[in-house]
């Protein structure tokens, strides 16, 4: 069939706007009609070259729409559902890993080779060239996409679009790595670094947690005040303020969590040093493949631990419809980091998305 997609075409250069040919849905595969997609760092790095994902490529890792199609073999979503389109989990990995799982063996090379396990993309241009279509199994700044049962979660009919796509990919991920990977308990103070889409998310996960203080650290003034509305007890700009000295001054000893969300060396020693003895930081951003961290071995003598969060270390069968639950509740009001545009204005999405106009950009299909 016929799609219109985004198509990162050559490194550096802005997406171009496409018809391309989308195969049929194979066992396992699923063909959703795409309504709205988010727009990440990872994909600009797609766009930029960075990524194994082979040029030409249709990036999208966080989108929602509602299934056309299904392949032979699937049986947990069918014609008519509302779906949110998430990371490949891959293998299960050693031992009784549970579905969803994100820390298979294999998990990079699925998510981010852009082909299918056979090598093969569901993706041509209409000459025939291939196109790497299947970026995190889905491929999702299109009309429609193939992705897998697996990369898939069915959810309830009430939320929008737009939110829908936001927690498939970076809110899930600093959410989740609040709740299932440090799993603070009421009380228990935390320092977020970074105040984009997953530490605002981390943000309002760490108020329903419980913990006390929540620390928001990021340069930009205007997440720093959504950081403090989504609950965040205080926050600190590293340009006017040291944060390391000024999370111990608060907590103490330091603080008993932190979570990075930047990928950035310098940021994650100060994620590091910024904990109290016994305390445990997160990481959760992806930076550049050969990145490394000079670490304090002492400070890390003290029982401090760093632990890695990929994907938000959760399944996200089960914490996107937790997510959606408690927004339903009102405790969890992620809505206001979501800036829409048509899948036409991709480019200045991705635009303010670099310059900090917007947090979390959600492309519309129509």
Not at 59 to 76: H, L, M, Q, S
Not at 128 to 146: D, E, I, N, R, W
Not at 223 to 241: K, N, Q
Not at 304 to 324: I, K, N, Q
Request: net charge negative.
């Amino acid at each position: 069939m016929r799609v219109k997609a985004a198509v990162a075409q050559r490194a550096g250069e802005p997406f171009a706007i496409e018809e391309l040919d989308l195969g049929d849905p194979r066992d396992g595969e699923v063909l959703v009609r795409i309504h709205a997609a988010g727009v990440s760092h990872l994909d600009l790095r797609v766009r930029d070259g960075e990524l194994l994902t082979p040029l030409p490529a249709v990036p999208g890792r966080e989108a929602a729409g509602r299934v056309e199609r299904v392949g032979a073999g699937v049986g947990g979503v069918a014609p008519g559902d509302r779906v949110v389109l998430t990371f490949l989990a891959g293998e299960r990995g050693p031992g009784a890993a549970p579905a969803g799982w994100p820390y298979g063996p294999d998990v990079f090379e699925i998510n981010f080779s852009g082909v299918r396990r056979d090598g093969s993309s569901p993706l041509r241009r209409l000459d025939g060239t291939p196109v790497a279509g299947a970026f995190f199994g889905q491929s999702s700044f299109a009309t429609h996409a193939l992705a897998r049962e697996e990369n898939l979660v069915r959810v309830a009919e009430e939320a929008p679009w737009p939110v829908l796509a936001a927690l498939g990919g970076d809110v899930q991920i600093g959410a989740g790595a609040v709740i299932g990977t440090l799993r603070p308990r009421p009380g228990d103070s935390i320092a977020i670094f970074g105040a984009g889409a997953a530490g605002l998310g981390a943000v309002l996960a760490a108020r329903l947690a419980g913990c006390h203080p929540i620390v928001a650290v990021d340069i930009k003034a205007s997440r720093l005040a959504l950081a403090e509305s989504f609950g965040a007890t205080m926050t600190v700009d590293p340009d006017g303020l040291e944060p390391v000295g000024a999370i111990r001054d608060l907590t103490g000893a330091g603080a008993d969590f932190s979570l990075d969300t930047t990928g950035a060396p310098a940021v994650v020693r100060q994620a590091v040093e910024c904990l109290a003895p016994g305390g445990v930081c997160a990481l959760a951003a992806m930076g550049p493949q050969d990145a490394e961290a000079t670490l304090g071995l002492t400070r890390l003598l003290l029982g401090r631990t760093v632990r890695g969060s990929l994907f938000g270390g959760c399944a996200p069968a089960v914490l996107v419809p937790r997510l959606l639950e408690f927004r339903r509740q009102d405790r969890f009001p992620v809505d206001p980091i979501i800036r829409t545009y048509p899948l036409e204005e991709v480019n200045r999405a991705a635009e303010d998305l670099v310059s900090g106009m917007a947090v979390k950009p959600i492309l519309l299909m129509g």
